[in-house]
């Protein structure tokens, strides 16, 4: 029979602890669990538990771009209405400085360093900065708005559409120093979910009629226009999102509207369809989001009985992974 | 009959209270007081639990825990001016009545 050496040219080692940065198909000894592992990659996209935001809350705005190690929270309500913000490091939660208005359903973009937190509720065309320490008031918003959505690379781009506004279908775009706006999106929406860039993103499902009838569909941005693309399994409202660009996208959580109960319903967007994948492990509406389809994070909203705090974590098939390798 | 799902009740502690591979191998379901729906006569939802330090409960007792969870919240909500029930965009509803599975 071949050994290990024969096979790979190296013995498995033995370490007191598991290796920093394992390569896939890596195998070692842990001489302290005294378990065999390897670095093998998960085959289905999971939610697992995240470190707990310091104050429970819904109706969040989110840096929807960046890694699931570095996102920021901001806004949002218990009640009362927050200017709270918090920022994550991928184990935990940690209180920075507060927006100058507080404010709940802002339309939020950027990353944790360089975000932007657009209008709200009540409602506002009010923008402010954050460049990483603090906020900033910007240039307004031509329509005051909330209950809508935001994506952006940064502080110096970013898109806002959709809302509680007569005209649903409404987008500005950011160019660093004011808002245009832009081409309207086919469909009128409000209490949906976004994902991607200002010149590379989606709009995910909400609803029109003052958040009474669904719109199940998503729309894709491509810096100019927005296009009609393909229906999500479960349409719904005060869904979280997240994802990089009009390809590749998460709609999680949401309810149906008429105060049906929150729903762990996750769905991912693939380019051309979507299809549903492991659930939230506690279900929730009015969620924030941050990440990517491959590392994502869901954080606060409202559950079944009143706001969370919870933080659950989005690694999607794929992603690497630690596994004992077991005998029996 | 041959129950689908056992219960406990567990603290969720944050990062590593479920971990990847954990929700990989098996559905998760959390309940309102730290109630946790986890696959029945499975060994990676045992193993969960003993990791937890959860407290297995039968399917009566959880309900009666998340039972008392919901009504709370919903005398709390009860007890909201009528001004603060009804603005539908935020969908600021009376808690539902949950019923757990067998």
């Known amino acids: 029979m071949a050994e290990y050496k024969g096979i790979h040219g190296t013995k498995v080692q033995d370490y007191t602890t598991d290796p920093d940065n394992p390569i896939t198909g890596q195998v070692w000894y842990n001489e302290t669990a005294n378990t065999l592992k390897v670095e093998s990659a998960t085959t289905v996209g999971a939610w697992s538990t995240g470190g707990a935001l310091n104050t429970a809350r819904r109706q969040v705005a989110s840096s929807s771009v960046g890694s699931q190690t570095a996102a920021l929270c901001f806004g949002g309500d218990g009640p009362p209405v927050y200017a709270l913000t918090e920022a994550y490091n991928g184990t935990s939660w940690t209180e920075v ?28 065309a009010a923008t402010e900065s954050w460049n990483g320490t603090s906020w900033t008031e910007v240039g307004d ?18 898109l806002v559409f959709g809302g509680e506004v007569p005209d649903r279908a409404i987008t500005e775009l950011w160019n660093g120093s004011a808002w245009t706006e832009v081409a309207n999106m086919n469909t009128g929406r409000q209490q949906l979910a976004g994902a991607g860039t200002s010149t590379s993103g989606i709009a995910i499902s909400g609803a029109t ?27 719904r409202i005060d869904l979280g999102g997240t994802g990089t660009d009009s390809t590749s996208a998460l709609g999680f959580g949401g309810a149906n509207p008429g105060g049906a109960a929150a729903l762990a ?27 990517t389809t491959t590392a994502g994070l869901a954080f606060a909203g409202e559950a079944a009985t009143g706001v969370t705090a919870v933080t659950e974590e989005w690694n999607g098939a794929g992603a690497p992974q630690v596994r004992t390798i077991t005998t029996d | ?23 990989s191998r098996i559905t998760f379901k959390g309940y309102p007081a730290d109630v946790w729906q986890v696959p029945a006569y499975n060994k990676h939802g045992n193993l969960w639990i003993a ?20 009504q709370a919240a919903q005398a709390v909500w009860d007890a909201l001016p009528d001004a603060e029930k009804a603005p539908a965009l935020e969908m600021n509803t009376r808690p539902t009545d949950i019923t757990l599975e067998e």
């Open chain 2, 51 to 70: 990791k937890v330090g959860g407290v297995v409960k039968t399917v009566a007792e959880a309900q009666a825990i998340v039972d008392a969870e919901v």
């Open chain 1, 265 to 291: 319903t996750n769905e991912e967007w693939n380019g051309s369809s979507w299809s549903e994948t492991t659930n939230l492990n506690t279900a929730r509406r009015q969620v924030g989001g941050a990440g």
């Open chain 1, 141 to 158: 918003l031509n329509t005051a708005r909330g209950y809508g959505s935001g994506v952006g690379a940064d502080n110096t781009a970013a």
């Open chain 2, 1 to 23: 009959m041959a129950k689908t799902y056992q219960y406990c009740v567990a603290e969720n502690w944050g990062k590593g209270f479920i971990d990847h591979v954990e929700s």
């Open chain 1, 97 to 124: 400085n507060d927006l100058n208005v507080a404010r709940r359903f802002i339309q939020g973009a950027g990353t944790q360093t360089s975000a932007l937190a657009a209008g709200g509720v009540p409602t506002t």
């Open chain 1, 209 to 235: 009629d003052t958040g009474a009838t669904i719109v199940a569909n998503a729309e894709t941005w491509n810096g100019s226009a927005w296009t009609e693309v393909a229906d999500l399994n479960a349409g």
